[in-house]
């Protein structure tokens, strides 16, 4: 019987249980005794936090990461982003995607108010103001949100995956850990 998880990503760790790399990592393994043959399905990068997806089902993986399925990002950005900008990430824009040009697909994109997470110091407030912005794709290129906001003029701060499908991060806190009966 495959179990499955839903976990809260904390900064600063590796979305993987293995790092062969010299340096000291920290992984997902050190948050919680997963069983073995866990994976993480789709990847935050170190420096991103916020809803993963963990399974012992491989077949899972490929539904999830699937072109159908919709994860949406809460994106603090240096600067006040503006509506010009939000509409420019709706419609593509142009991102290095491994030493190539690549144009994203049209996503969903929206101004927030700052939104209810929990609190991480990002800067000091004396380098000038930040904002918030949703961004919503159903594909998942290799730090695509970052360089989609750097993109329209407005670097990513701070990354926080919200939604995967039907499913929010809720009420989990960083680190925190739910087995789940089902993941979709």
């Not at 600067?79 to 990430?89: S, T, Y």
């Not at 593509?92 to 697909?105: C, F, P, S």
């Not at 919503?136 to 003029?153: D, I, P, W, Y």
């Amino acid at each position: 019987m495959h179990r499955h998880f839903h976990i809260y990503k904390p900064f600063g760790y590796l979305s993987q249980f293995i790092y062969e790399k010299k340096r000291n990592k920290k992984l997902l393994g050190e948050l919680y005794a997963f069983p073995d043959k866990t994976m993480a399905i789709g990847r935050l990068d170190e420096d991103s936090e916020g809803l993963l997806f963990l399974t012992t089902d491989g077949m899972m993986s490929e539904i999830v990461r699937g072109k159908h399925m919709e994860k949406e990002y809460y994106a603090q950005v240096d600067g006040i982003i503006n509506q010009q900008a939000v509409d420019r990430l709706q419609e593509g824009v142009e991102i290095g995607v491994k030493g190539t040009r690549y144009l994203t697909k049209n996503c969903m994109a929206r101004l927030l108010d700052t939104p209810d997470l929990p609190y991480r110091k990002i800067r000091d407030e004396r380098h000038g103001p930040t904002s918030w912005v949703s961004i919503t794709l159903t594909e998942g290129k290799f730090r695509q949100v970052r360089k989609m906001t750097a993109a329209v003029g407005f670097p990513t701060l701070r990354l926080v995956r919200v939604r995967i499908g039907e499913t929010w991060l809720a009420d989990l806190q960083p680190g925190e850990v739910r087995e789940v009966d089902a993941l979709v």
